[in-house]
């Protein structure tokens, strides 16, 4: 004698698993939210790791990306300060990258609500480097969602923090 | 189509090893575990060739490389003269399925990426052009490095980033998940009826890794460029072929489970301990006698330990999670693996052998009791974050699943080995709420915190148990009490 209960069981978690999973996915949008588009792939390759900070390659290659979208805005969440040659980097990077887009103003106010954000202006463009957002880190990520933008990408500013001088 | 044919060369290379203990362990594993088999020896080769000096780096990758694939095919070769017709269309077979979805998750591309896999990309493709993991010493000390050497595959074949490995890791644990739960479900005796074929136990153990594999955050994580699904598909791999060299009396599995268990723990900086634990576990409960045994949890802490120690000369101020101290504690505690296992199988604790599992579960669980006695705020914020985790809609109804199906295995016949997922989930809990309090915010309770990514590690394992212990047949085969 088999017991059937257990397949039977299965399949009532399949099915809720599949109308929860439709629901959550209409009702506060897909992980997908935060994929990077495939325009972005040829910039990714462009970006020649730069000897010797792994950082800096990052950096370089999220502002490919953005640059590939059309100029998104880039956020900083930090719990360090920014030092003198990260943001001489930085802004070296940002010319080099002909910025085209406007920065939305929705999400200007709504960062600054959210972390009181330090508003640094770099080549003509703001950098908003929000201080503190750690923990939660989730909260620029809501504001992602809240703005359904796959434009906003998040670096650590810890890590930002680190480039200072090593990268060339 | 150039990260399609880097995947069929690592599952290639995986077939080599896969294959030539087929003869024991099946066709159908030696394919569905042959990419995952893969990408750890990539892993293997390319950890090895960074200890070398910087300027032998890429010579060094390329004679590793091809030394494992050469003791690989000198086996494989010899055990395909001796495969039948038959045999041989079914691998081919085989082959070109994993060649399709290789090639179908190289042209699309479904990644899902957020910070976290900038830091796994970055630094892979740092590590593979420089082949300087000091100057990499802020991101090596802080998260795992198994999926940072995955993503250093990119620059030898000039891609961005691999953006395919993670859905073919996925298919491949699902694949692995119903080929052992069936070999499983069927050595526990529950045979079909002559003259019928065993589709009844096909296809409840498809119907419990669909069930496993359904929730919407599964899903995600099968496509995100992360740690977590790939830990939890190694961890799978690891208990389900430890417990079939107990359930089918072969050895032949044991090599697998401790490689597997390797490649669980090189995927965050934590996870060796957990793979401690499990590995302790299974040494412990199982009634075999195999100089795999013996040795296995020696290999463990061989590769463990020493990769620890080079990280804790890392530690620096960069450093957030491994400082030196932490570092100690888990090389501490894989060191004390292969001792332990050694003196409760055949030294002078053997009398405390059945009572290593409750230990298992009870230290973690008394340090989580103090924990909350010395970091009550801590843990207040750890707990109310694992609750939020357990019911957020994004797991659909999986934990509560878990927790009946739980239940009922209490009034199911006991599996042989079972220890190894009832124990072995409950201690793992205990120290994701341990690694929580080692935080200084706890859990935040969102989707992508680290505390339920960590979760997603006992899904597998917990299904693969309800797998095989529930929905057998009454009467039968009675396993051994072990």
Sequence with gaps: MRAWWFPAALCVVILANGLLAFRYVRELGPMATYRITARSDDSLAAAVPARPAAFGTMIRQLLAIQSSLGGAVLMVPTDLSLNATSLQLFARLEIQQERRAPIDPGVADELEAESDPAHLLLAGRRLYVARDLRPPWTAPLHLIEAHGSPRLFVVSGARLDRLGGSVR | ????????????????????????????????????????????????????????????????????????????????????????????????????????????????????????????????????????AGVLTNVGVFQVLVQSASIPIGVPYLHAASPLLAVSGIACFVVLGRRGRLALGDAPDPGRGPWRETAIVVLAAVAMASPYFMVAQALYVHTNYAAAIYLLLACATFWLAEVEDRDAWLPFAFAFLVAFSLQRLELPVYGALFAAIACAETSRQSRWLRWGPWLFALVIVPWYAYLSTLSSEETRLLAWDRALFVMTGVAALPVVAHLVRSGVARHLRPWLAPCAVGLPLAAVVASVAFVPERMEKTFSGLVSHFIHPAWGVTWLAILLLGIATLRARPIPLGRLFSHGGAASLCLIALTGAARAGGYHGGLTDSGNRMLTHLVPVAFFFFAVSLGRARAGHEPSSR
Excluded: K
């Design chain 2, 1 to 136: 189509m150039t990260e399609a044919v880097l995947h069929a060369l690592l599952f290639g290379l995986g077939l080599t090893y896969t294959l030539p203990a087929s003869r024991e362990t099946g066709l159908p594993f030696a394919v569905a575990a042959a990419y995952p088999v893969g990408l750890l020896l990539w892993v293997v080769a390319m950890l090895a060739s960074l200890v070398a000096p910087v300027s032998l780096f890429p010579a060094a990758l390329t004679v590793g490389l091809a030394l494992l694939a050469g003791v690989g095919l000198a086996r494989t070769l010899s055990t395909l003269r001796q495969t039948r017709g038959g045999a041989l269309g079914r691998l081919a077979a085989g082959c070109a399925g994993f060649l399709l979805a290789a090639i179908l998750f190289s042209e699309l591309n479904l990644a899902v990426l957020t910070v976290d896999s900038f830091t796994y990309i970055g630094a892979g493709r740092s590590l593979a052009t420089f082949a300087d993991p000091s100057a990499l």
